[in-house]
């Protein structure tokens, strides 16, 4: 068997056009969904990060102003100015780029963005709602890993999926939003005992580890859905994903590949939490 390719990239061009014609929308009721983005220090990484979420949200319709803060910017200040954020109407996503400098709780942090505004749903309030099925904002990656098991179609009730990985940003909300799919869920981490045995029973895998080749073709049922949510990189040097991509697409039956595949997926969640913020602001009914 040969996986079938669900391409991240052409899914979230096609979130993001709806994003576009939704914002467009708005606009003519004369609400500018607006994005803050908070960046404190110089981490490359994180300055690319920020920088796309920009670059994205402009493409979109969707106003965003990164603010960029000394590494030694005392956590009071910081506070300070989410609490400005909070207040301003004007502003409907608030969104602090992670890793903070190290003087920082970084929870505390996030714990200051009005859960209303929480558009990477890292806030308790919105893990909180998505745990007893509340409206709120969910966290981008699990949410973009559903949306592309939407995707194909596929019913996900009584199945088994098995999330490898525990983090409050992907794993443990990937395993709740697949829970409230009616997937039975089992949750792997580096304590599991024989990870094989787990995933060699699933219909549903979601490798969110941060290691190569954590899921290999021997580990896979045939026909099962893989899902890499990775970030790693190979000997060249290149962007690669948990699973070991060649040998495990000749046994899957739908495979997501890095690049590619979640990434962008991720990035254009985020403007739909972004777009959904400022919906919900515009008619506080609903
Ligand atoms: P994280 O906080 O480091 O969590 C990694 C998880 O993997 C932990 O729960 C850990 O278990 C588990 N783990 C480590 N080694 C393992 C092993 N050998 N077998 C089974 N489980 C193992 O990472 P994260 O933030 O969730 O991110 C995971 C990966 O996804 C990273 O590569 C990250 O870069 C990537 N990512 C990608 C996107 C995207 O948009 N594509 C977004 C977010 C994250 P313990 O809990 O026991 O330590």
Redesign the pocket.
Known sequence: MTAQIIDGKALAQTIRAEVAGRTAALKARGIQPHLSIIMVGDDPASAVYTKHKVNDSTETGLSAKLERYPADMPEADLLTRIEALNADASVHGILVQLPLPKHMDSQKVIETISPAKDVDGFHVASAGALMVGRPGFWP??PH?CMKMLESIGYDLRGKHAVV????????KPMAMMLLAKDATVTV?????RD?KAFTLDADVIVA????RN?LTADMVKPGAVVID????QNDEGKLCG?VDFAGVKEVAGWITP?PG???P???AMLLVNTLEAAERAGNPAH
């Open positions: 981008c990656t973009g490898i990985g525990r983090s409050n940003i992907v794993g792997c981490h580096s304590r599991t990870l969110a580890v941060g290691k954590v949510v990775g970030m790693n948990d890095v595949g979640v990434g997926m991720t990035r």
